[in-house]
């Protein structure tokens, strides 16, 4: 969707997290396909999710904050901790 102002996304953002990928998001072609397929943007956001988290967690640290990281689940105490943070931050979380 294109919003009526003609602004991009990074015309209104403070922080840009660039993933490099270019327009139209798709890396295949063939030659009976009109167009290209294969979407990369999946793979490069996760790669920048992924690097921002340990970056957060340490500026989180660094400014006296107790970072609410949650548990795996499939480790003993992961479901009460995981619990316990939802309570915690219930009034932060739209779904709850």
């Known amino acids: 969707m294109r919003a009526p ?6 015309d209104v953002c403070d922080v840009i997290l660039d993933n490099k990928v270019g327009k139209g998001d798709a890396l295949l072609s063939a030659p009976q396909v ?22 957060s967690i340490e500026k989180m640290l660094e400014r006296g ?12 105490g992961g479901k009460e901790w995981n619990a316990r943070l939802l309570e915690e931050n219930s009034d932060r979380i739209h779904y709850m």
């Open 65 to 76: 904050f107790d970072p609410p990281i949650f548990l795996a689940a499939n480790v003993d």
């Open 34 to 55: 009109p167009q290209k397929f294969t979407p990369a943007s999946g793979i490069t956001s996760i790669a920048l999710l992924h690097a921002l988290i340990p970056t």
């Open 5 to 10: 102002s003609g602004k991009k996304l990074r």
